[in-house]
């Protein structure tokens, strides 16, 4: 197996979308099931990446792809992430999340989902109320703002995961996992929403903090692979 986070693994391909393209990274079989892996604020780093390679990797396989938001751009700090997301062009980047949807469909994948994590989960949801080729979405602690989307129109089967101590307040803390839940419920999609006990912003990610949730990381990838197993 490739080392985690190391590109090698990855196939770097160009994906269209009307009069522009961007770089995308794909992991696992051509012909598996079809996830769009959506970056955090920072921009495709080694975490998303790795979240890319472990998706690859769950049940029979899935074939990952990690599309390029931020254009090259990865941010070393929080001030500089904020100024990246502040500055991205949401409505452009659902139609990345199409383009990458759709090549996905067209290399081999008969069913696509999405996923992402912090600005990722917001766009994830998103894709899952404006992109009508979305099979199925989950996604980790992030919402999207009421003035971008409504998710109580979503289209595909979504799933969300949100820490307990999350301090993003109307993004991500337990108010907005709450409000997401009563919007899915008028939407007849099938849902789930997820608080987990404990922990906080990014639980998901590699850090010292994570050692301590390792049990709620891996009951959130059970989720995660039994969802996506449904519906792809």
Partial sequence: MAVAGDAAHFQKVRIQREDTTFDAYVVGKQDAPGVVVLQEWWGVNNQVKNHATHISQIGHGYRALVPDLYRGKVALDAAEARHLMEGLDWQGAIKDIQASVKWLKENGSPKVGVTGYCMGGALAIASGVLVPEVDAVVAFYGTPSS???????????????????????????????????????SCGVPHEVHIYPGCSHAFMNTSPEALKNQGAIDLAWSRFATWMARFL
Avoid: C, M, N, W
């Fill in 147 to 185: 003035k971008f989307v409504d998710p109580s129109r979503a289209l595909a089967p979504i799933q969300a995961h949100f820490g307990e101590l999350d301090t993003y307040v109307g993004f991500a803390d337990v108010t907005a996992a709450k409000s997401l839940e009563e919007k899915l419920k």
